[in-house]
């Protein structure tokens, strides 16, 4: 018998059945309305710059690679200043790296969370959080996806252990934002720990792009938030931030933090000149806003039929199914738009969609034939 290789063979042929087997594309030379790269930070010249310089001037003598975990030969200045400059933009007491947001999300719930407590999470969270969910043993209850008034018909006070609510500030897939203040009244009435993954909110909302929690002036009211690096910041990482006690918890606790090797120097001064980006040039924000503001403008003239979810930069144009979902994206792609579709499972079924990502370098014109083309796709 040769049980893993039918099992491998099974569940490949189901996928492929279905029309949604996953294949590694490379990145194509199209209009990008599909990458993370919200401002554009990943080919910023002047972070580039920055990066060499400062490596040059003041971290010539660290190694390229981090050579081991933190706690062995990994640290250095370099980490603990940055972990500082994160800390103040977030307006957060401490701040702690980890190699993704995906490992982020999966230290902080699996490691705060244990048997005997109970997690709320809004039904659309990111696959990371749902592993650190799972591997936290806690009793698990979804709830629908910004639904607050769900929430509180399915809690319950838990005289066994602690309660969680886990939501995100943008959602990936939806592109809509969590009713913040209103999930932090439920967790203070009820002493809930509320945990927010920032991931598409740094660089995007609030003064600077330093994210939901701030803009909303709740910053002190969320256990822990996680911010990621891959996308605004166009570097790779994440942090994430809370007291100082939850930072050396972290470090004691955290197994993705304490067994694997830590971000390499430039990968760490990618994410330091990130934030000092933020800090100094407002410009790409503004023009995101702006580009953001336009979409709906132009959609809500001149394309009333088309429905889209999400409020910016995230957008989803809503599929039948997985086959229509591919024949709308081809065709866009054809005529030169980098857009992809997002098919069940990533999405539940009956809400495949094309995922259509607004970026500051975007132009006005390409949003409008974008639209025109959408909807003789669509008809
Ligand atoms: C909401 C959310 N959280 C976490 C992650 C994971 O972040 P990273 O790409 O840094 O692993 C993602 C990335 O897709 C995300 O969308």
């Known amino acids: 018998m040769n049980v893993l290789e039918d099992r491998i063979q099974y569940y490949l042929e189901k996928r492929a059945e279905e029309g949604n087997l996953r294949t590694l594309k490379k990145q194509v030379d199209k209009i990008d309305f599909c990458s993370n ?37 990994g640290n250095s200045d370099l980490f603990e200043e940055t972990e ?55 009793t ?31 959602f990936s897939m939806e592109g809509d934002k969590c009713p913040l203040k209103e999930l932090v009244i439920f967790c203070e009435i009820n002493t809930v720990y509320l945990f927010l993954d920032e991931a598409h909110a740094l660089g995007v909302v609030g003064e ?13 009211k969320v256990f822990a938030r996680v911010y990621t690096y891959g996308k605004a910041l166009g570097a790779h990482g994440a942090a994430i931030v809370g007291s100082g006690e939850l930072r050396q918890y972290m470090i004691n606790f955290a197994k993705p933090f304490i067994y694997s090797t830590a971000l390499d120097t430039h990968a760490v001064l990618s994410i330091k000149w990130g934030y000092n980006f ?13 580009l953001n503001k336009k979409f709906y403008e132009i959609l809500t003239i001149n394309y009333p039929s088309i429905t889209v979810l999400g409020q910016g930069p995230i957008f989803g144009i809503l599929s039948p199914s997985n086959q229509e979902a591919k024949r709308v994206a081809a065709a866009l792609q054809n005529d030169g738009f980098d857009i992809r579709p997002i098919l069940y499972p990533t999405v539940p079924k009956g809400q495949e969609r094309l995922r259509f990502i607004l970026h500051s370098y975007n132009e006005e014109a390409q949003i409008i034939d974008f639209l025109h083309k959408l909807k003789l796709y669509l008809e």
């Open 278 to 290: 933020l800090y100094n040039f407002d410009k790409q924000i503004d023009r995101l806003n702006y």
């Open 140 to 170: 698990a209850i979804p709830f629908k996806h910004n639904d607050v008034g769900h929430l509180k018909t399915l809690f319950h006070q838990n005289p066994n252990g602690a309660s969680f609510c886990i939501t995100e500030s943008i």
């Open 37 to 73: 790269d919200y401002l554009g930070l990943s080919a910023s010249t002047w972070i580039k710059q920055q990066v060499e310089i400062d490596y040059q001037q003041h971290y010539a003598h660290l190694r390229k690679s981090a050579t081991g975990s933190r706690l062995l030969t």
């Open 84 to 138: 500082s400059l994160i800390a103040n933009f977030h307006k957060g007491e401490s701040a702690l790296l980890f190699n993704s947001g995906f490992d982020a999300n999966v230290a902080l719930v699996s490691t705060l969370a244990r048997k005997g407590d109970v997690i709320y999470y809004d039904e659309f969270c990111h696959a990371s959080i749902l592993t650190g969910i799972k591997l936290s043993e806690a």
């Open 208 to 220: 600077k792009g330093s994210g939901w929690a701030v803009n909303e002036g709740v910053e002190d």
